[in-house]
């Protein structure tokens, strides 16, 4: 099991990426093996970052290119497990369509194509979660706990009944404000914060626990969307939570 960083949350804050090994010696000392993805630019930018990931002792997931077709093949040579589905389709059904396409294409380079659930996408729900994952029988599933519970779901009962779909877990919290806010709005609803610090009911020990029991053993990346101070101190708290918790 190893224990990453989805640093979106982190670009927000510092404005970019800007010395990125700088950055993976900071998340090393706080107890991360990793981040989700390097981001590329060429090929040469994606052979050095790995390369010099390696030397630093860190690792990553997945590799995102400039474009979903560069990043398949960019992720299939750098020996990474899977891709985000990257497809266009806004309704549901041009969706699931479009997946399944991408899922044969990355079925001939060896990796995956995983869904990550999302407020505002067309898997945002937790029906649309699970129609997602029957339609689309060879997807794999990012699960996101905070996004699923955000739009009223169940991330523990995803992660029980579909353990064996999820190919990496992105864990946070999440301070629901605005109840009322429709979820076309999601964005007022609320913001996300450092595990344990939300009020929603996230139990995300209990849904880690409960992938691996169903047999679950990819990354798990801790992820603040927006930081409310600085990112190193929130992912330090999220990391000892997790300690804490067994992990």
């Known amino acids: 099991m190893k224990f990453g960083v989805a640093d979106y949350g982190m670009n927000v804050w510092y404005g970019g990426d800007f010395d990125v090994e700088g950055r993976w010696r900071s998340l090393k000392d706080i107890g991360y093996d990793g981040i989700e993805r390097i981001y590329a630019a060429t090929e040469c930018d994606a052979i050095y970052q790995a390369a010099a990931m390696r030397k630093v002792g860190f690792d990553c997931a997945t590799v995102l290119g400039p474009n979903p077709g560069v990043s398949i093949k960019w992720t299939a040579a750098l020996g990474k497990p899977y891709v985000w589905a990257a497809v266009k389709g806004r309704d ?52 996101d706990t905070a996004h699923l519970a955000g739009a009223d779901g169940d991330p523990l009962a995803i992660a029980r009944k579909y353990a064996g779909r999820i190919i990496s877990l992105h864990l946070k919290d999440y301070i629901l404000s605005n109840p009322d806010a429709p979820m076309t709005e999601w964005q007022k609803r609320g913001r996300f914060c450092e595990l344990g610090a939300g009020n929603v009911g996230i139990d995300n020990l209990a849904v880690l626990k409960a992938a691996i029991d169903g047999g679950f053993d990819g990354w798990t990346f801790v992820e603040h969307d927006h930081h409310q101070q600085d990112p190193l101190k929130d992912l330090a708290i999220s990391r000892e939570y997790l300690r804490k918790g067994g992990f």
């Open 92 to 143: 549901f059904d041009t969706y699931c369509r479009q997946v399944n396409h991408m899922v044969e294409c990355c079925k001939r380079y060896g990796i995956a194509a995983a869904v990550h659930n999302h407020m505002g996408s067309p898997v945002e729900t937790q029906q649309q979660v699970e129609e997602f994952l029957k339609r689309c029988p060879e997807a794999q599933l990012v699960l």
